[in-house]
Each structure stands twice: as C-alpha cells, then as structure tokens.
C-alpha cells in the first residue's frame, strides 16, 4: 500500500522563478493538503483541495496556487519565486468523504532552495 | 496568542524516565488532535490522535485531552534514544458539511531528546 509520494525530493531554484511540485495521495484517499515548514517551525497550512477544489487556503499570497486532478494527485505552484520561499513543502492526504475523523498523513516532502 | 502553543526545548530526559509533552490551543470549537513526531530532516510521522475528553492510551504512548483548559498532552514512557525528535502538535476545526476535511493548525513543536 503507497503511502503519500512527492516528486520531486530536492529542487534549487532563482529568484524570480516558478515551480511546480506534485503529490500522490496514499491509496484510497480524497483530499490533498500543502504545508510550508520553515526551519525550526512547524508547518503552515496553504491549502486543501477536495474534489477537484480549493475548500479552504491558509495566509499565502495569490503566488501559490494549486490543482488537483481527478485522480486525487496534486500540483502546488509558485510563481515569482522569493527568497524567503525557501522550505520544506508537505504535501499530506486524507478520506474525507466518510464524515469521520480522519488524519492527515505527510509524504517525505520537496525542499525548495532558493539563490 | 498563538493558535496553538508547544514549549520548544528542548526537553531532555534520561533513558528510562517518561517525557510529558504540552500544547495549548486557542480556538475554543477545536474538535481533533494529533501529535506528530519529526525526525531530523524527514516528514510528520502520526503517532496519536485524540478526540474526546479524557486519556488515549498506544503502547508507550498516552495522550490526554482537557477541552476546557483547551490542552493537550504526550506522555512517552520508558523513553528510549530513538524517541529523540521534534514532536508537533496539530489541532482541526469540526468537521465540514459531512466530511472530515480541514486544515491542521501545528505548533512549532517540541524538541525532545533522551540521553543514555
């Protein structure tokens, strides 16, 4: 059973840039989140997307946007891309259509460098 | 005030002993709680959840849910070296519209590390 995969692992980018990061959920889940964590912090919440939608976005700027596809996988887009962007993003996935508590799972993450 | 609050450490403890982990929350109407354990350089690994008032014991690991202090708890016991990492704690809102999704709120964690 796959857990959540993200793709890709390390990325060194330049000011000015954009990226695309992806995400695959575990099997069998619906809803894709992105977190950004800085160091020694813990992660901040951007996004969630849950049948193809945005349902809820965390305090990032319109630079972050994002996608989900039908088959639950996930793209998190940057543009513009600033210094401070620098981090580890997660990507963490969920069942939300059962109406339980459901955790979120992380996959091991994308580490974004920016020069 | 931050949302959700953790002392960051770190906290050291001799192998052997239980480490207690504290986080405090501020959104009254919080209805999940996980804790996280991150190792240096890797991912959010779930350890508990809890969603009701009370004690959730997993093998050596306990944590207990004050919704009216709006606090959350970890006890390790018997700690062991490899329990040495940062532990998070997250908090979500009640559940939307018949689903479970939403957005986690983390501390910035707690720094453990548990010495021979």
């Known amino acids: 059973d796959a857990g959540v995969t993200q793709s890709p692992t390390h990325l060194i980018k330049t000011r000015g840039q954009q990226v695309t990061l992806r995400c695959s959920p575990k099997?069998?889940?619906?809803?894709v989140s992105w977190y950004q964590q800085a160091l020694g912090q813990g992660p901040q919440f951007i996004f969630q997307?849950?049948?193809?939608?945005?349902?809820q976005r965390g305090n990032f700027p319109d630079r972050f946007s994002g996608h989900q596809f039908p088959n639950y996988s996930s793209e998190l887009n940057v543009n513009a891309l600033l210094l401070g962007d620098s981090a580890l993003y997660l990507c963490?996935?969920?069942?939300?259509?059962?109406?339980?508590?459901?955790?979120?799972?992380f996959g091991d993450g994308t580490r974004l460098s920016i020069l | 005030q931050k949302e959700v609050e953790q002392n960051s450490g770190p906290l050291s403890v001799p192998e052997g002993a239980i480490a207690s982990l504290n986080c405090t929350y501020s959104?009254?109407?919080?209805?999940?709680f996980f804790w996280y354990r991150q190792y240096s350089g890797k991912s959010p690994e779930l350890i508990m959840s809890?969603?009701?008032?009370g004690d959730k014991e997993d093998g050596r690991f306990t944590a207990q849910l004050n919704k009216a202090s709006q606090y959350v708890s970890l006890l390790i016991r018997d700690s062991q070296p490899s329990d040495s990492a940062t532990y998070l704690c997250?908090?979500?809102?009640?559940?939307?519209?018949?689903?479970?999704?939403?957005?986690?709120?983390f501390g910035q964690g707690t720094i453990l590390t548990v010495h021979p």
């Open positions: 997250a908090v979500k809102p009640p559940n939307a519209g018949g689903t479970s999704y939403g957005k986690l709120t």
């Open positions: 959104d009254r109407v919080s209805q999940s």
């Open positions: 809890i969603y009701s008032n």
């Open positions: 963490a996935s969920s069942l939300a259509r059962t109406g339980l508590n459901q955790p979120q799972h």
């Open positions: 099997s069998g889940h619906d809803t």
């Open positions: 997307y849950y049948e193809e939608e945005e349902r």
